[in-house]
């Protein structure tokens, strides 16, 4: 397949600050697992304030913007900033965005996103999880604008209550979240559904590939049947790796590797998430993107 791959180094400008697991040697690691690749380059650009406000409100982004410019160290314990942060989310949205231009235009099959901050944590009207901006939400959002039947799976080792907040309420966008459950931020009970979009399938702590791979086999592929999109996005967190130091699940980059293959009878577009271990986050990344790379066209 063409596989579409889009980076920038305006996310390595975002500083977390000494110690903190959302890091610019993230990218590092990902840049890494993407050398030698047959991947299309993509060249991003920044979302658009009205492409930012179909996810997020406008008070809220105010806030954010506000609290950079006044040089806040954080927005929550978790959540750090720095001058950097506001452009680099901009262009880490609209480097999602990137990637759904050129699925569109045919440019490519399918991609993935190299990005920072992540997104799949910030709510409607709150940053937090290390998250500014939704990224798959307003790509998502975008691609529904444009006709698209869409599709969000999201198997980040923590659930994403940020995309679900966006789309609670809006039924024709489906989210299915694989987390590990209990961890934090403590949402993604099964029985929380939305407007009947929502599918959350908790995963035991120490579930490893064999479990992962049962539950797309037995839930999220006939869910996303049912739904029939046109295209899947992914928010690709990587730290449901056994070596991983933020939760306790045991998948390998294999297992990582095996998720894709099951999805790619649609077209993918996959956005970073989560992923701290360096090591497991390169040879993660790398088993997906060669899935990527080396699966036959989809049928969507």
Known sequence: MITGFVDDPLFDR???????????????????AAEGLALH???PRDATREEIEACHDPVYLAFVQRMIEKGVPALDADTKICAESWPAAVRAAG???ALGE???????????????PPGHHAERKQAMGFCLLGNVAILAAFLRRK???????????????????????????????????????GTGDADETGAGNIRNIPMPPGSGDAEYCAAFDEQVLPWLEERSPDVVL??????????????????????????????????????LEGGYDLDALEESVRAVLTVLVDSPAPRA
């Open 14 to 32: 975002h500083r977390t600050g000494s110690g903190h697991p959302e890091r610019p040697e993230r990218l590092e690691a990902v840049r890494r």
């Open 102 to 116: 050129a699925w569109l235009a045919g440019t490519v099959e399918t991609g993935f996103a190299c990005v920072r």
């Open 147 to 185: 006709g698209k039947r869409v599709a969000i799976v999201d198997w980040d080792v923590h659930h994403g209550n940020g995309t679900q907040d966006i789309f609670g309420s809006e039924p024709e966008v489906g989210f299915c979240s694989l987390h590990q459950s209990p961890l934090w931020p």
């Open 95 to 97: 480097a999602a965005l």
């Open 234 to 271: 992914v928010s690709a967190g990587f730290d449901a790796h056994a070596n991983d130091p933020l939760a306790g699940q045991q998948v390998t980059a294999a297992g990582f590797a095996n998720f894709t293959e099951r999805l790619a009878r649609w077209p993918l577009l996959c956005v």
């Open 41 to 43: 380059r993509l060249v």
